[in-house]
């Protein structure tokens, strides 16, 4: 017979056991420059979503992975914990990874694979560059979204600017944050060079979820922050000066 204190030992390892397993969506930024790093765990499958179909997928060691395209990415379940690099070619645009197994770590679920221009690709800090960071207070409600701007951090070396926010769901059902469209303006054109960045795929009503506005090559002064979502469109003026 085991007793308690054994019981509680057992517990707490299958519990940290499981919260080991669980893996978990991120979001990566890239030109095609540098090879990627994506952490699968035996037994679980790993989504890479481009947005697109890739045309053609090569695989270092195909014997160890299953490999299958789906309508828009593809899914990648390790038989063996072995590592290996991947290239995916699609719309003439190359991308490339190398997987590893999690090794007790965290491994990848959900993989969001965005193409950027290669200056957008860059790490958005550095213990080098110089950053200017100021606190911001807009608000704005639209329909179940509910967004604070929270900083500006201005990168000059990288000439680059990025806008946090916090995005909140007062909706009384779950909030897809695909559905949801934000840019920065000046005028009535939009920033040349942005990409917008929520932490999580779908927020659970009364949940939060921060993001990012990512700018490169031009100042936010003066600029407006346009959200979309559900045919409603609002507007904050001025977000930065």
């Known amino acids: 017979m ?3 204190s054994a019981f509680l030992l057992f517990g707490l390892l299958t519990m940290f056991s499981a919260v080991a397993s ?3 969506k991120r979001t990566i930024l890239t030109s095609g420059d540098k090879v990627q790093t994506i952490r699968y765990q035996q037994g679980q499958s790993t989504v890479l979503y481009f947005g697109m179909k890739p045309e053609t997928v090569i695989c270092g060691n195909k014997n160890y992975f299953h490999i299958d395209k789906i309508k828009e990415g593809i899914t990648i379940q390790g038989v063996s914990n072995q590592s290996t690099n991947l290239t995916v070619l699609s719309q ?3 991308y490339l990874f190398y997987l590893t197994p999690a090794n007790g770590g965290r491994p990848d679920t959900f993989v969001d694979v965005r193409w950027v221009p290669e200056s957008e690709a860059q790490p958005v800090s550095s213990e080098k560059a110089k950053q200017v960071v100021r606190e911001l207070s807009g608000h704005l409600s639209l329909g179940a979204i509910d967004l604070r701007l929270l900083q500006e951090i201005t990168i000059e070396s990288a000439k680059r600017s990025i806008l946090e926010f916090e995005l909140k769901n007062t909706g009384k059902t779950p909030l897809k944050v695909s559905d949801v469209e934000i840019q920065g303006l000046k005028g009535k054109h939009a920033l040349s060079h942005q ?4 932490e999580i795929d779908e927020v ?3 949940g939060l979820s921060r993001g990012r506005l990512i700018v ?3 100042r936010l002064n003066g600029a407006a922050l346009v959200i979309k979502y559900q045919g409603k469109t609002g507007k904050l003026q001025g977000v930065a000066y």
């Open 2 to 4: 085991l007793n308690s």
């Open 22 to 24: 669980i893996g978990e």
């Open 92 to 94: 003439g645009k190359h």
């Open 195 to 198: 990409v917008s960045v929520i």
């Open 204 to 206: 659970k009503p009364g």
């Open 216 to 218: 490169t090559g031009e």
